[in-house]
T-cell receptor
Framework: DGGITQSPKYLFRKEGQNVTLSCEQNLNHDAMYWYRQDPGQGLRLIYY???????QKGDIAEGYSVSREKKESFPLTVTSAQKNPTAFYLCASSIGLVLYGYTFGSGTRLTVV | GQQVMQIPQYQHVQEGEDFTTYCNSSTTLSNIQWYKQRPGGHPVFLIQLVKSGEVKKQKRLTFQFGEAKKNSSLHITATQTTDVGTYFCAGLGVTGSARQLTFGSGTQLTVLP
């Protein structure tokens, strides 16, 4: 079955550590996205990528970094510069840029301890 | 920047009652998408509306896009316990960039049996 796999499901990080969240899709989608979801709020765009080796900042990119070396993979690194990293992180993909509905992964819940 | 407001934030209904959530944008939208997120889950794409005044139905769900393309609504007839979840709208600004897809804060629906 095609879909998006995010791992791990739960992640605990000590303050000052960088951590990388994995996102893999086998839908052959060109566009991929990272969103952050906080309780009672909508989704906020961190980074997005239209094609391999290209990515753009979203609305809240500070403290995060990404790479897109393969079409299937779009990992997100939460750096120690991110002031409030505890959140639910969602990866998504779509056939094209925003004109189609997004397919979301099951998410990674990051907690800073 | 573009803002998408969604009301109400919470709604409790008795099973069998109707439910409506409203989405309003500060700017004219190119299209609007609706998603459902079950408790503990990830958003799932429901539908996309593109044309002014467009109405689409999916079984008991009716989606509308306003004539001015600045507002939208989702109406559920005769709710069931399976309708429980948070419903998000996401509007795309007329510039067409992924950065311009803005999610509302969602309406959390509880259906009491």
């Amino acid at each position: 079955d095609g879909g998006i796999t995010q791992s791990p499901k739960y992640l605990f990080r000590k303050e000052g550590q960088n951590v990388t969240l994995s996102c893999e899709q086998n839908l052959n989608h060109d566009a991929m996205y990272w969103y952050r979801q906080d309780p009672g709020q909508g989704l906020r765009l961190i980074y997005y990528s239209q094609i391999v080796n290209d990515f753009q900042k979203g609305d809240i990119a500070e403290g995060y970094s990404v790479s897109r070396e393969k079409k299937e993979s779009f990992p997100l690194t939460v750096t120690s510069a991110q002031k409030n990293p505890t959140a639910f992180y969602l990866c998504a993909s779509s056939i094209g840029l925003v004109l189609y509905g997004y397919t979301f992964g099951s998410g990674t819940r990051l907690t800073v301890v | 920047g573009q803002q998408v407001m969604q009301i109400p934030q919470y709604q409790h209904v008795q099973e069998g009652e109707d439910f409506t959530t409203y989405c309003n944008s500060s700017t004219t939208l190119s299209n609007i998408q609706w998603y459902k997120q079950r408790p503990g889950g990830h958003p799932v794409f429901l539908i996309q509306l593109v044309k002014s005044g467009e109405v689409k139905k999916q079984k008991r769900l009716t989606f509308q896009f306003g004539e001015a393309k600045k507002n939208s609504s989702l109406h559920i007839t005769a709710t069931q316990t399976t309708d429980v979840g948070t419903y998000f709208c996401a509007g795309l600004g007329v510039t067409g960039s992924a950065r311009q897809l803005t999610f509302g804060s969602g309406t959390q629906l509880t259906v009491l049996p």
